[in-house]
């Protein structure tokens, strides 16, 4: 069972970050700050008003960034063939390029939160997979 934590408990470090565009397109992205525990090519799980999904954290000359979160990790390492709800986040909550968000720090690593600033949640964590069971299936996938 997923264990709930509130974005105000002690136990999660809260941060400020933008939303940019990615790239030459006008679609939205998560700029990071570099204090997170992150590192380029980590597929996090990040929460979106309540819904978490998988995110692929790249690295570009600024810094760390997430272009998308999608249903299933497969498609957060293939992209192309998945919906990506960070912009549909982005879009519902008046998120804008330039706006700021706050990112919570949960499970640092793994598991993250984004909300409109001054807007209390509660985070559904799920489980971290064991190292062992999430490279047997990280092997299958790629067969």
Not at 9 to 14: A, M
Not at 19 to 42: E, H, K, V
Not at 110 to 120: C, E, L
Request: glycine share 10%; aromatic share 6%.
């Amino acid at each position: 069972m997923a264990e709930r934590v509130p974005s105000d408990h002690p136990s999660v470090s809260t941060v400020r970050a933008k939303i940019a565009r990615s790239g030459g397109t006008t679609r939205p992205c998560l700029r990071l700050p570099a204090d997170l525990n992150l590192s380029g090519g980590d597929i996090v799980r990040l929460s979106l008003d309540g819904r978490a999904y998988h995110a692929p954290v790249v690295e570009d000359a600024e810094g760390f960034l997430v272009r998308g979160a999608y249903d299933n990790k497969r498609l957060a390492r293939d992209p192309g063939d998945g919906e990506n709800r960070l912009v549909e986040w982005a879009e519902s909550s008046g998120r804008d390029p330039g706006s700021a968000v706050e990112v919570d720090e949960v499970e640092p690593g793994f598991f993250y939160g984004v909300r409109v600033p001054g807007k209390r949640t509660v985070y559904d964590v799920p489980q971290e997979p064991n190292d062992s069971l999430a490279s047997i299936a990280e092997q299958l996938d790629d067969n």
